[in-house]
Each structure stands twice: as C-alpha cells, then as structure tokens.
C-alpha cells in the first residue's frame, strides 16, 4: 500500500469526542468517524488554505460544485445538473430541516442511525418506527431487509416522509436497485418523499451503491439525498455535505426551512474539493484495508465467540453484533466496558435490540486487542 493505516495515532490531544473523557486504558470504537490520517492531498489544500491570512465570508469557489458533478460523473456514469445541488454544512441538521418540507408524520425502518431516527423528533414531528425483517440466507449470511408488509400496516394517510439510510448504519447493508425499485414503488403508492442519507456512499465492499434518486422518475421527483465526504475521507470535524434535489419545488421548501443552515466554511469547502478531485487512489486503498477489516472481525468474530450473532457488512465500516449470549440479559455495551474496558456504541441509540455497533475503521491493531479483550472478559465470566 502507497498509504499508512496501521499507524496508531494519538487523538486525545486533538478533542476527538471518540475519545473525550474516555480513561486512559479503554479502547472506543463507538462514534462513527475513523482512525485513519486524512488524505496527503486534503492536508496539502487545508495547509494551503490556512497559508492565505484572510479567513473572511467567501463564496465557494467554482471547482467546488465542479468537483462534486464531476466525482459524480465518474462514480455512477450518470451526471447531475447543478440547479439540483444545495450546499451544506452537515448532514445531521438537515435531517431535521427535511422534516419540515412536508407536514404529515414521518416512517422509517429500524434500527437505525440514532441521528437520523431523532432529525423528525426535533423538527416536532412524529416518526413511525418500523422494524426490519431479521433473515438468514442459504449459505448461513445474517441480514436484515425491509418488510414491506409491515411498513404497510403501519403507513398512515397523513404520513409523507420516508427515511432512508444507504448504505445502512448500523447494519451494513447496501440495497439492491431492486429493493431500492419497492421502496420507490411504497413511496408512490402513499405520496412520500423520501429523505435519503447516503453518507457512507463510498464505502462499499460487496455492491455498487445506487444512488436513490436515480432509481425512476418518481424517485427523482420525489427525493431529498444527502452525501457527504466526511465518513469516507476522515474529516467529519471540519463539516460539510451536499443535498442533491431534482424536483425544483421541494429544493425551495427545503431551502425556505433551512434558511439558517448555512454552507460549508472556508476550511470545509477546501477540503471537500480535494477530497472528490484529487483523493480516488488514496479511497481505493482505504476501502481495501477497511475491506480486510471487516473479513477479519467477521471472521474472528465466528471463529472465537461461536455463539454470538453478526450481521455481514456490506458497506460502511460498522458491524452489528449480537454477544448477549456472553454479557447475559442486560445492555451489553455496558457490561463490555466494564468487564473489558473497551467502549461501543449500544442498539438502544439504534431503536435495535441486544446488539453492539463497532466502528471497525481502525487500524487492525486495535481490533486485535480489543477481541482479546473480550475472549478474556467472556471466559472469565465463563468460569
């Protein structure tokens, strides 16, 4: 590999909210953002930039919507029209803002990411929660999917918001074009909008990602997708995100309501436009470490704790385990953090039930040690 990801870096100095007011000796692989040093060409145009002593309100330069249209272009062989791009500063809250561009009730499967179930809550909306059909398929791979007959039990006539996160957070699935196709066809039949953050986007081991509003005409017309390059690229601390709406009178009412978003900064868009332009071999060895990182805690996973329950990663660098055949009936991130001090992410942030999420974008020491961690822990509890 040209790049380093196995290097162990400290970010305590650095006030990362991962390791915020985590004692020395416990391992966190809980928020999801990585480990990994950012890209030699986002550092080379942040350096740049800070170099420049005038740090003033500033429109974004035209490489910036350039360099997105054109990674684009080159990602999905499709392009985009600009008019369709609105500017962000992040994604979270504007998860909230598209809450508000229709009036009914919004629905969204679960679990799911905790920031996307909480958007609708905080713009005084209410969220129906659906869960997830749990399968196991003929070659023993544990998934889950959507289930649609539930979600058409549970749909509303005043409902007009459908949530979707893809690839999945937390459990890794990247839906096929045609589960995308149902999920377009559900949306047509009830009117829905559908809000779909697609964050994780880059981050794909098994299948392309298809981008939501491509699916079909109704799904153009009828769609609020954001991205954005933080997950990917390692810069979720310096913001900043793109909303991609085709259909001109829900951009305005998403823009009316998010009036007071702003855009990305001075700092955010230097490094956005580095990140599409000038980083795809740097992105290509990282999802190839992160790709053997998955194999490697799935596979370790199975071969050390036979009872547990994961699903398989498609996309994203977050595993879903189930170890409550080892920590008993309780919260299980909390039993792990005290009996093997390392820290996750629990299902109740989710709306799951008895699992952990683990942020595996580390360097593959880590997740060593802290599997170590846990066969102790388990073992001891064993005895």
Same mark, same amino acid.
């Given at each position: ?6 290097? =162990? ?110 958007? *609708? ?45 893809? *690839? ?11 589960? +995308? ?10 009117? +829905? ?5 697609? =964050? ?10 298809? *981008? ?31 909303? =991609? ?110 699992? =952990? ?27």
């Amino acid at each position: 590999m040209s790049y380093d990801f196995d290097t =162990i870096v400290d970010r305590r100095i650095t006030g990362s909210i991962k390791y915020a007011n985590v004692p020395e000796g416990q391992l966190p692989f809980t928020i999801a953002d990585s480990d990994f040093l950012v890209a030699p060409a986002i550092q080379k145009a942040l350096v740049d930039r800070t170099s420049y002593r005038l740090y003033g309100y500033a429109r974004p330069p035209r490489e910036f919507n350039e360099s997105f249209l054109q990674w684009f272009a080159r990602t999905y062989n499709q392009s985009l029209r600009e008019e369709w791009l609105v500017p962000l500063p992040g994604i979270v809250p504007a998860l909230a803002v598209a809450a508000k561009v229709r009036d009914g009730k919004c629905i969204t499967n679960v679990p799911n990411y905790g920031m996307l179930l909480s958007g *609708p809550k905080r713009a005084g909306k209410e969220l129906i929660a659906v869960p997830m059909k749990y399968t196991v398929s003929d070659d023993n791979i544990e998934y889950y999917e959507f289930d649609f007959a539930r979600l058409e039990a549970a749909v509303t006539e005043d409902t007009d918001i459908f949530y979707l996160c893809n *690839p999945h957070n937390p459990v890794g699935r990247v839906y096929t074009r045609e589960e +995308l196709q149902q999920v377009s066809d559900f949306a047509r039949r009830h009117n +829905l909008v559908v809000v779909s953050d697609e =964050i994780h986007c880059e981050i794909l081991f098994d299948r392309a990602h298809i *981008p939501f509003h491509t699916v079909d005409d109704y799904a153009r017309e009828h769609s609020i997708t954001f991205t954005a390059p933080g997950k990917t690229y390692s810069i979720p601390g310096i913001g900043g995100a793109f909303a =991609i709406i085709p259909n001109a009178e829900l951009r305005e009412r998403f823009q009316a309501e998010g009036y007071a978003l702003g855009r990305p900064n001075a700092f955010g868009v230097a490094a956005m436009i580095a990140a599409y332009r000038d980083c795809d071999d740097w992105k290509q060895e990282l999802v190839a470490y992160l790709r053997e990182n998955r194999d490697y805690l799935e596979n370790e996973v199975r071969r050390r704790f036979p009872k547990a329950r994961q699903t398989h990663t498609q996309g994203t660098y977050l595993g879903w385990i189930d170890f409550g055949a080892y920590t008993g009936s309780g919260p299980q991130e909390k039993w792990i953090a005290r009996q093997a001090q390392v820290l996750f992410h629990g299902a109740e942030f989710f709306y799951g039930e008895q699992h =952990i999420r683990w942020n595996f974008a580390a360097p593959r020491a880590l997740l060593t040690e802290a599997l170590d961690r846990l066969q102790e822990a388990f073992d001891r509890a064993e005895k």
